[in-house]
């Protein structure tokens, strides 16, 4: 099952894609994590990235399509995959279509998680994560089941990103409606598009996105 989530920051795409991964066993490709990667093993790419990084810019294009191709290719992806964070602009997801075709492969759907804008303040001004295993978690919304440890990995560090605030937010915003929602209308026009309500609690969205991707699938 080839997915793409695709939603505004802090409408649950990191939440759901792990839980999609529990739940399908094919991995979750969050382009953030993979560029950490990259560098971290000082792939060519990933020195490459580290400059840019080390400098505050933004990665271009090119040094992340090629991220993304190269993560394709290993042997986890072979069942699919769940893209997280990526395509963020019209040409990555044109160079995405055109990487996927020649590894012989096609997207089964493309899933927009709707939150409305008041929502996404709340959610990420409460959002942190485990440190060791990248849980993520909220202060209101979803707490560890024993206070400051990782329900996942039992690890006791946490962490918040410094650009998780309402100020910032409203700048990624205007970022995503301008570079990133065409992409709503691209894959509609591809017959890819499904449309999820993501207002409601975790599991009840988790449950919505895997009865449309599940469908997506039987096509
Ligand atoms: P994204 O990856 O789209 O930026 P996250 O998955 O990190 O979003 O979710 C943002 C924050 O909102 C997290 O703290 C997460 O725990 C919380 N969250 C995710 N989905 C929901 C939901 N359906 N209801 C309430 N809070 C949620
Ligand atoms: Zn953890």
Not at 40 to 45: D, G, L, N
């Amino acid at each position: 099952m080839n997915l793409i989530l695709l939603g505004p920051p802090g409408a649950g795409k990191g939440t759901q894609a792990r839980m999609l991964t529990d739940h399908f066993g094919i991995p979750q490709l969050s382009t953030g994590d993979m560029l950490r990667e990259a560098v971290a093993a000082e792939t060519e790419v990933g020195l490459r990235a580290k400059a840019v990084m080390a400098e505050g810019r933004l990665v271009s294009d090119e040094i992340v399509n090629a991220i993304v191709s190269d993560r394709l290719d290993r042997a986890d992806c072979a069942r699919g995959f769940i893209l997280d964070g990526y395509p963020r602009t019209l040409q990555q997801a044109e160079a995405l279509g055109k990487m996927l075709a020649e590894k012989g492969r096609a997207l089964d759907c493309v899933v927009e998680i709707a939150v409305d804008d008041e929502q996404l303040i709340e959610r990420i001004s409460g959002r942190f994560t485990c440190a060791n295993c990248g849980e993520g978690y909220h202060d209101i919304f979803k707490m560890p089941k024993v206070a400051d440890t990782c329900d996942r990995c039992g690890s006791k560090e946490f962490k918040r990103r410094p650009d998780d605030n309402a100020d910032t937010l409203r700048t990624r915003l205007q970022a995503y409606y301008k570079e990133t929602s065409p992409l709503v209308g691209y894959y509609f026009a591809k017959g890819l598009l499904r449309r999820v309500d993501g207002m409601g609690e975790i599991g009840p969205v988790h449950a919505a996105i895997r009865e449309v991707v599940e469908r997506c699938a039987r096509r």
